[in-house]
């Protein structure tokens, strides 16, 4: 029964610390001129090495579609804030990074 208490008390609180990371994404969207996903994934990119930053894997971080990412990847690099680097392994791949 405590256990429970204690696992009911850390997922409040993880619930609580994902709230307020939204409220802060969605601020620095406003500041930013960025979308929420568009600032998620500069995030991914810096904490990741090139190779994990693939549309796959951010995708698959993310829970979000292929083309939504490709999309805000898009967006993101036509504001020159990341390039994409083709991969040696898959001709129709790519990895991103930070510019």
């Keep these: ?14 619930e609580r610390l994902s709230e307020a ?16 996903i568009q600032i998620r994934i500069l995030i991914f990119i810096s904490y990741h090495s090139e190779t994990l930053c693939t549309v796959t894997d951010i995708a698959h971080e993310f ?4 083309p939504t990412i490709s999309d805000a990847v898009k967006t993101l690099e036509t504001k ?9 392994r ?7 990074a930070i510019t």
Excluded: W
């Design 1 to 14: 029964m405590e256990s429970e208490k204690l696992s009911g008390k850390v997922a409040l609180g993880l």
């Design 21 to 36: 990371y939204r409220h802060l994404l969605g601020l620095e969207a406003a500041k930013t001129g960025l979308s929420p």
């Design 63 to 66: 829970n979000l579609t292929k």
């Design 80 to 88: 020159n804030l990341v390039h994409k680097t083709p991969s040696a």
């Design 90 to 96: 898959d001709s129709r791949s790519f990895q991103i």
